[in-house]
């Protein structure tokens, strides 16, 4: 079950997504605390940027030990951003550097990075070889399937990475134009794990302890990554842990209201009160699909000035719907 990144162990092959204003220490202490996942991303982070950034106070930065393994992902275009962004990464202690090769994003798309990046082969090659030459961390990238899907072309990308030094590679099972409402294509995968070295995660449209168990079936891969199942349900982790690797659950929260409540405790000890109110909302929007009535706590939780009003609203919420 433990899957092995370089020197680093991961005790349960289950990790969570970058996602921007989704994967940060709030929602990572919350799966800390519920159990089950091995393996923590951060949302991307600029490499220009990541020096200057305070991680006492920024929210990108921001993170309790306990988040741990943490992965850093960054976003990057331009090799003279990296020995500074690299030297950043090892003061903050992270446990890996991820490389985002896969976000379709206009902004990032313009500035070379991303998907993007991933299409200019000698760019991408000068980054990932000069990464590999300035850090003995594990490094992993996070790619899609390509424009086509077809498994020969994405074997032979992966095999590029693997051989420029990567040790992890996620493969997020949607071509490179496909929206996430498409079922991803977790089979294709399957045609590529078996012939690299190096581990492979696959993520995309994991949802349940079944859609878990599919995935693993079709794609070979040694672990799974989710994103938006995590804000959706986030004992997700935990669910899986316990029916896939056996792992006994160590989650200390009961329901759904008490989850809720936790992230909006973890969100006010992390951030600072401006930093609060909009990521409450982010987190809301996918976490009330727990709940029939569900579009009305995004709405309210939407329309709030503050954090105490949101708060108000939720409470009223989940005593009408108990
Ligand atoms: C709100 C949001 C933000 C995201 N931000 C990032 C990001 O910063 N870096 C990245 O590589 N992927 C990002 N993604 C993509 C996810 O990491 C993941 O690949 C995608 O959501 C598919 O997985 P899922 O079906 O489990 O959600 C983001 C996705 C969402 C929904």
Redesign the pocket.
């Known amino acids: 079950m433990a899957l092995r990144i370089r020197d680093l162990e991961v005790d349960i092959p289950l990790a969570l997504?970058?996602?921007?204003?989704?994967?940060h220490s709030a929602l990572r202490s919350l799966i800390v605390q519920l159990g089950g996942a091995g393996l923590f991303?951060t949302?991307?982070l600029s490499a220009k940027r990541l020096p200057c950034e305070n991680e006492k106070r920024s929210p990108f930065l921001v993170r309790d030990a306990a988040e741990k393994p943490l992965i850093y992902?960054i976003?990057t275009s331009q090799e003279i951003e990296l020995e500074c962004a690299v030297d950043r990464l090892a003061e903050l202690h992270a446990q890996g550097i991820?490389v985002?090769l896969?976000?379709p994003a206009p902004q990032l798309r313009k500035m070379g990075a991303?998907l993007e990046l991933s299409r200019q082969r000698g760019t991408v090659t000068t980054i990932i070889k000069g990464l590999r030459r300035q850090t003995n961390l594990p490094l992993s990238v996070?790619i899609r399937l390509g424009e086509t899907g077809d498994p020969a072309k994405l074997l032979e990308n992966c095999q590029l990475y693997q051989d420029l030094g990567v040790d992890l590679i996620?493969i997020?099972a949607?071509l490179d134009s496909e929206k996430?409402c498409r079922k991803?294509r977790w089979s294709v995968l399957g045609k590529v794990t078996p012939k690299l070295s190096i581990p492979v995660i696959a993520?995309?449209?994991?949802?349940t302890v079944d859609d878990a168990r599919r995935c693993l079936e079709q794609s070979g891969a040694a672990g799974l990554?989710?994103?938006?199942?995590?804000a959706h349900q986030p004992w997700l982790f935990r669910d899986i842990a316990k029916e896939l690797y056996n792992v006994k659950p160590n989650g200390i929260l009961s329901n759904e209201r008490e989850v809720y409540s936790r992230f909006i405790t973890l969100l006010e000890a992390r951030f600072v009160p401006e930093r609060r109110l909009g990521r409450l909302k982010?987190f809301t929007h996918y976490f009330a699909s727990n709940y029939s009535f569900g579009h009305l706590l995004i709405s309210g939780i939407q329309n709030s000035l503050s954090m105490n009003q949101a708060v108000q609203f939720a409470t009223d919420f989940f005593d009408n719907a108990a």
């Open positions: 997504a970058p996602m921007v204003g989704l994967s991303f949302e991307m992902q976003f991820d985002n896969g976000c991303g996070k996620t997020h949607r996430f991803p993520n995309g449209g994991i949802f990554m989710i994103g938006r199942g995590a982010q």
